[in-house]
């Protein structure tokens, strides 16, 4: 079945940089886009972007340009999302979150488990 | 960035109650709306997609609709499993936008 699996809490010092993996399971990895979706502690859902997981080209959401990058490893069926220049702002769940249907406008329908990131020094 | 207003931010009701939350869209955005259910610690989950479309397996006491800017989530005999936070996402336009949330809480 399908399934997204997240690389485990990171705890990070401010200005530290993180790579988070989202491994997947069940389907053709290069058939469904790959978004990520940050939740900070007690707050709410906000779309960071998305990636191609065909071509692997990203879109950014604006408030996720320059420290944030997304990429692939097909050969793996994992996406990642790096994150550098850490600050304490950064500290949040973030899910990987496949869309629903393959082309066009989409909602997500397999979330990952999510991964913590804790910045704190 | 189309703004979607979601509302109550928290409701308080009873097993067995109807409970309606709605959604706002700053501009219109036809039917892609969709709603998640969020559990503490959890991944949201897919309820509802194009307003209305109930994803496979969610219960039928389960309901959305609306169109343009206007939606509502409808759960017809809350159950104890459905105290939990509910989000309504636009995926009409770039960047998609969730509304701020409803914690649906037990009276």
């Known amino acids: 079945q399908v399934q997204l699996v997240q690389s485990g809490s990171e705890l990070q010092k401010p200005g530290a940089s993180v790579k988070l993996s989202c491994k997947a399971y069940?389907?053709?990895?290069?058939?469904?886009?790959m978004n990520w979706v940050r939740q900070a502690p007690g707050q709410g859902l906000e779309w960071m972007g998305w990636?191609?997981?065909?071509?692997?080209?990203?879109t950014y959401a604006q408030g996720f340009t320059g420290r944030f990058v997304f990429s692939l490893d097909t050969s793996v069926s994992t996406a990642y999302l790096q994150i550098s220049s850490l600050k304490a702002e950064d500290s949040a769940v973030y899910y990987c979150?496949?869309?629903?249907?393959?082309?066009?406008?989409?909602?997500?329908?397999?979330w990952g488990q999510g991964t913590l990131v804790t910045v704190s020094s | 960035a189309i703004r979607i207003t979601q509302s109550p931010s928290s409701l308080s009701a009873s097993t067995g109650d109807r409970v309606t939350i709605t959604c706002r869209a700053s501009?219109?955005?036809?039917?892609?709306l969709a709603w998640y259910q969020q559990k503490p610690g959890k991944a949201p989950n897919l309820l509802i997609y194009?307003?209305?479309t109930l994803q496979s397996g969610v219960p039928s006491r389960f309901s959305g609709s609306g169109s343009g800017t206007d939606f509502t989530l409808t759960i017809s005999r809350l159950q104890s499993e459905d105290f939990a936070t509910y989000y309504c996402?636009?995926?009409?336009?770039?960047?998609?936008?969730f509304g701020q949330g409803t914690k649906v809480e037990i009276k």
């Open positions: 979150a496949r869309d629903y249907c393959t082309g066009g406008s989409c909602p997500f329908d397999y």
């Open positions: 069940g389907y053709t990895f290069t058939s469904y886009v």
């Open positions: 990636i191609n997981t065909n071509t692997g080209n990203p």
């Open positions: 501009q219109g955005i036809s039917s892609y």
């Open positions: 194009a307003a209305s």
């Open positions: 996402q636009q995926y009409y336009s770039y960047p998609w936008t």
